[in-house]
């Protein structure tokens, strides 16, 4: 990723995060959650001490670059901020799945398996769902 040169971004629609939530089924409240919580951006990548990065608007760590590389580029990735919503919504699904369909552990392991930081995110996206439900 450290060799990507900037190139032209495809910013997330309102209609991406819709369908992708239908395709995951997901909520689409969890989606707008999980980005406001993360606060990546289409074509930002940040550095993590444990030597990965995280990738986009939904923060795509780098450990799941193999699992996409089939699929997506990691440009793709980087800039194109729909692709980002649903490799995230993939990762997400796929640890509810693990979860054996306990929503909360799901989202807990999006960010990590680490007890007290799955926690702590989980209480992250709790009050920043809340929040987005009480802004009008």
């Known amino acids: 990723i450290h060799n990507i040169p900037p190139m032209e971004s495809t910013p997330i629609t309102q209609e991406c995060i819709i369908e992708t939530a239908k395709r995951f089924e997901l909520p689409v409240l969890l989606l707008h959650t999980i980005l406001k919580v993360e606060g990546g951006e289409v074509g930002k990548v940040n550095y993590n001490t444990n030597d990965t990065y995280d ?33 995230g919504a993939w990762i997400l699904r796929s640890n509810i799945n693990k979860a054996q369909g306990d929503f909360w552990k799901g989202v807990g392991n999006y960010h990590s398996g680490t007890p007290h930081l799955h926690r702590r995110y989980q209480e992250k996206v709790y009050a920043m769902s809340n929040q987005l439900l009480n802004q009008d």
């Open 55 to 87: 990738i986009g608007p939904m923060q795509i760590n780098s450990i799941w670059l193999a699992e996409f590389m089939p699929y997506v580029t990691p440009t793709q990735i980087l800039y194109n901020g729909c692709i980002n919503v649903q490799i």
